[in-house]
């Protein structure tokens, strides 16, 4: 179980906030209300966004067919394009109905590769990865490793699609504080992050033992690091905010005063008050990453969610600012909040909406959430929330989801190569005035992108054009220090996979940690 998520309802009132960098300005925010067989949007912002939520019938037949003829699978992380992510749920449950193979999964950055995985052992024979550059990288390895590298993965743009938090961990500042984490201390083990590249895991292996985690499993990698090697020292990265979020929640079990039976009980078996100390003062966090969404949601935003929306439930991301985090945190000592990844966040909502759905009343009855996270969550939130709704023949339940952005924050950019940017007239979504809540990489996958690639593999004429829409391939025939550099990229991914199987830190990991 996600200790984040077994955390939620049991964490003091106590933390240390790490302060993101923007103030807005705003009374209110854009949110969009969810009934059984109904949408209302309130303000612009998500008015744009519910305007695709109900895809046109004939994009998605020409989807559906197209995919049929490609024998294309598609695998999309959750930040889609709310377009796009309606269409592809459309033409999923219309290949569930029919009785026929799912050809599409849209999920968090880990499950992708296994998706695409159980997709090519059913058959595709490609497949169209649509979400930042590295997680085509990652889809492209896991797939290479369960026997299916001969089969091409591909992105929906020719374009790089860039992460502004794995770009921080590909500049010589974090290889230097790689460098010095391991002269500091050689029993020292690296936990970076999946959202970086593979170049990144390679370098960094080559530097110290690495391990990679998600936003799921990293409390559990450090608790179980730490239990099996008391003396480690762990480096986390790139995620600032993130790390010291960590951090801030060790910290609170302690100022907490919780036993060392509860902590065994409601943390982890094997380690006690002493270990907690041991494990918080042990951490170095890189001090420079942040995701340029996360990043957005900063003191202003948070003093209108308390003082305007202090009836709401609060989600929040791992990845926010301390800010954020700690008002969800406090919201979930009355089981009022979440913290951790988007999978986390859409369960906590699903559960919420289920209860509320169970409750045998005739009075209306409006659950409202804010959403702590990138906005292209809400496909996915809408989703459940109506089936589930439809299921019970709830017609008195809504759930409504709070975008904590600018009611007017719709705007567009010709001037970057990024085409939307967070700040001033920023981006869909992002303003000075409240926030950031749309990823402007993600965006660079959308519907007609993702026709042109199924069209060219299905007229099978443009082999090499398609080879601009393959994952970078920077590590190819190359060598660190003798070693293979694909290997060494692949090596933390094959780690947590193996830890996640067995709960336990691998034993090769270990004798690289300790030298024996």
């Excluded at 290949?95 to 799912?102: D, E, P, T, V, Y």
């Excluded at 110290?208 to 985690?213: L, R, V």
């Excluded at 303003?431 to 993702?450: H, Q, V």
């Amino acid at each position: 179980m996600d200790r984040c998520r077994l955390l939620n309802n049991k964490f003091p009132r106590v933390f240390s906030t790490a302060t993101a960098a923007h103030d807005q300005s705003l009374n209110a925010f854009p949110s969009i209300v969810i009934g059984a067989n109904t949408l209302s949007p309130q303000g612009s912002f998500a008015e744009a966004q519910a305007h695709f939520l109900k895809p046109d019938e004939n994009a998605v037949e020409e989807l559906a067919v197209n995919l049929l003829k490609s024998n294309m699978g598609v695998v999309a992380h959750y930040y889609m394009d709310v377009e796009l992510q309606a269409v592809l749920t459309a033409v999923h449950k219309g290949q569930q109905l029919s009785g026929g193979k799912s050809r599409i999964a849209i999920a968090d950055s880990l499950a992708m590769g296994d998706f695409a995985v159980k997709m090519c052992e059913e058959g595709a024979t490609s497949i169209a990865c649509l979400g930042v550059d590295f997680m085509s990288e990652s889809v492209a390895t896991i797939m290479t490793r369960n026997g299916f590298g001969h089969i091409p993965v591909y992105r929906a743009t020719s374009k790089s699609i860039g992460c502004s938090l794995a770009e921080s961990a590909e500049r010589d500042s974090y290889r230097a504080w790689l460098h010095k984490g391991k002269a500091a201390n050689p029993s020292s083990l690296h936990i970076v992050y999946i959202n970086t590249s593979l170049e990144t895991k390679a370098v960094s292996s080559s530097i110290m033992p690495t391990i990679t985690c998600t936003s799921s499993n990293v409390m559990l990698t450090m608790l179980q690091a730490s239990a099996q090697i008391p003396d480690i020292s762990i480096l986390y990265g790139p995620d600032t905010y993130m790390g010291e979020n960590l951090v801030n929640m060790f910290d609170a079990i302690l100022k907490a005063g919780w036993t060392d039976d509860q902590i065994k009980r409601d943390l982890h078996p094997l380690h006690n008050k002493d270990s907690i100390r041991r494990l918080r003062d042990c951490i170095d966090v890189f001090p420079n990453g942040n995701c340029v969404v996360h990043h957005m949601f900063g003191g202003e935003v948070v003093r209108t969610v308390k003082e305007n929306y202090d009836d709401a439930f609060v989600s929040a991301h791992l990845e926010v600012p301390g800010e954020m985090f700690e008002i969800a945190m406090e919201k979930s000592l009355e089981g009022k909040g979440v913290v951790g990844s988007t999978s986390d966040i859409l369960k906590f909502i699903s559960e919420k909406v289920t209860e509320a759905a169970k409750e045998d009343t005739t009075q209306k009855k409006r659950l409202k959430f804010i959403l702590g996270t990138e906005a292209g969550m809400v496909t996915s939130i809408v989703k459940s929330a109506q089936e589930i709704l439809q299921l019970a023949n709830s017609s008195n339940v809504e759930a409504e989801i709070i975008f904590p952005v600018s009611s007017e924050a719709v705007m567009g950019t010709e001037d970057s190569e990024l085409a939307v940017v967070p700040g001033v007239a920023g981006g869909e979504g992002c303003s000075t005035a409240g926030g950031c809540a749309t990823c402007p990489f993600m965006k660079m996958n959308d519907l007609d992108a993702l026709n042109d690639v199924i069209d060219l593999v299905i007229k099978n004429e443009h082999e090499f054009k398609l080879k601009s829409f393959l994952p970078p391939d920077k590590l190819r025939g190359k060598k660190i220090d003798g070693t293979c550099a694909i290997d060494l990229g692949s090596e933390p991914i094959i780690f947590m996979r193996n830890f996640m199987k067995e709960k336990s830190i691998p034993l090769p990991l270990v004798q690289k940690i300790t030298g024996s």
